[in-house]
């Protein structure tokens, strides 16, 4: 593809050498003549100096050159668009693999395909241009919506996580809940979604999974939410549209993830607690990051004020060495 045919793509203007053909997209360092990468921050700006790249994706004030330029306002979000033209994914053909066992009542909407070794439950209901990679197991009376993606190993609408505690002997608690996928959502490989006890453990529409998330029972996963690998959620959570969850993240029982709130990777959310829309929180208990970053800087201190500590008490405890009137 040319320069100027990915920059009409894009509807953005170019500059240098439109003719010059573009065949894979690359990182900055490795990109050879013939491909394309991008500017996204700072650093990057600091390497794209010394980059062979054919064609560079920069933000409007970039300062530098390169054979070709296309200024796009957001560089990341406009290579995602080269990547689908340059590396178009291959859909698997629709239909059913012969080594898929489907359950009773099944229905399956028009374009889906589902891969080898998967296993569908009875009253299973998938919408339309989905996509179920190999080994993905959906338990019975689940719904998924359209054009969903399921990783290999997802696991979709396992009994929750509930016991009672009877005569000194731990017994499941029935679960007869549902689960629900909305349209347009991924999951990633070996993730796992919990059906309700009662009610639905739901994920809306455009949420995105990581590989290795656990969502537990009742659960309810609002739109547009992104979640990366091994987060784990407790029962009853629930998480706001546009929220962005970092990676190995633990939440409590029915805590509260407000609309675009950011939890940092390794934070850990108390059971009951809200997390607060449009900030970002860090660390276990998580709190705002500010917060978080000045009890962090405290904490580091704390060797050394330990040090001077004894250094003070061994000089009260030490005899005087002048003699005493």
Known sequence: MLVREIAARLNAGWEGDGERDIRRVSTLEAAAPDEISFVANQKAA???GSSRAGCLLVPPAFEGSAAALIRVPDPR?????????LHPKRRPTPGVHPSAVIGQRVAMGEGTSIGPGCAIGDDVRIGHGCTIHANVTVYGNV?????????????????????VLRNGAYENFPQVGTVEIGNDVEI??????DRAALGVTSVGDGTKLDNMVHIAHNCRIGRHVVIAAQTGMAGGVVVDDYAVIGGQVGIGDKAHIESKAVLGSGAGVLTSKIVRGGQVYWGTPARPLREYLIQLAALSKVPELVKKDRLLTRAARKPDSEPRP
Request: aromatic content about 6%.
């Open 143 to 163: 719904t998924i919506g359209d054009r969903v993606v399921l990783h290999s190993g997802a696991v979709i609408g396992a009994d929750g996580f509930g016991f």
């Open 46 to 48: 600091r390497a794209a």
């Open 77 to 85: 979000a406009a290579i995602a668009q080269v990547i689908d033209a």
């Open 188 to 193: 990633g490989a070996n993730s796992c979604i």
